[in-house]
C-alpha cells in the first residue's frame, strides 16, 4: 500500500518561509521521479519542482530562486524549502511520487495535499 503524507502548511506572512514535507511509505523513494504540485482555487495544478534523477532538479519558473527541493531516500521523505513566499504562492500543495516513464499507466501516486495561504 503506497501512501503519500504531505505536511508543514499553513499560514504565513509575505516574504516568510515554510518547509513542506513528503512522508512515503510502500515504495522505494529512490528509484521514482518525486515531485511538488500546486493548485490555487479555479486554477491547472501546475509542477513547482521535481527530482526527476538522482542529480537533477527542475523548478517552474514562479519559484525559481525561492524554492529549494530536496530528498532524504533513507527516511522516505522529500521536502520544499519555500522562502520569500508571495501572495500568489497560495494554493494547495502536493507531493507526487511517479515512475520514471512516460507511458500513461506509469505509477503515479498523489498526497492529499496540504494548505498553503501567504497574506499579511
Known amino acids: 500500500q503506497v501512501q503519500l503524507v504531505e505536511s508543514g502548511g499553513g499560514l504565513v506572512q509575505p516574504g516568510g518561509s515554510l518547509r513542506l514535507s513528503c512522508t512515503t511509505s510502500g515504495l522505494i523513494l529512490s528509484i521514482y521521479v518525486m515531485g511538488w504540485y500546486r493548485q490555487a482555487p479555479g486554477k491547472q495544478r501546475e509542477l513547482v519542482a521535481n527530482?526527476?534523477?538522482?542529480?537533477?532538479?527542475n523548478y517552474a519558473d514562479s519559484v525559481k530562486g525561492r524554492f529549494t527541493i530536496s530528498r532524504d531516500n533513507a527516511k522516505n521523505t522529500f521536502y520544499l524549502q519555500m522562502n520569500n513566499l508571495k501572495p500568489e504562492d497560495t494554493a494547495v500543495y502536493y507531493c507526487?511520487?511517479?515512475?520514471?516513464?512516460?507511458?500513461?499507466?506509469?505509477?503515479?501516486?498523489w498526497g492529499q495535499g496540504t494548505q498553503v495561504t501567504v497574506s499579511s
Open positions: 507526487n511520487v511517479r515512475g520514471r516513464s512516460f507511458a500513461a499507466d506509469r505509477p503515479d501516486y
Open positions: 527530482i526527476p534523477t538522482g542529480i537533477t532538479t
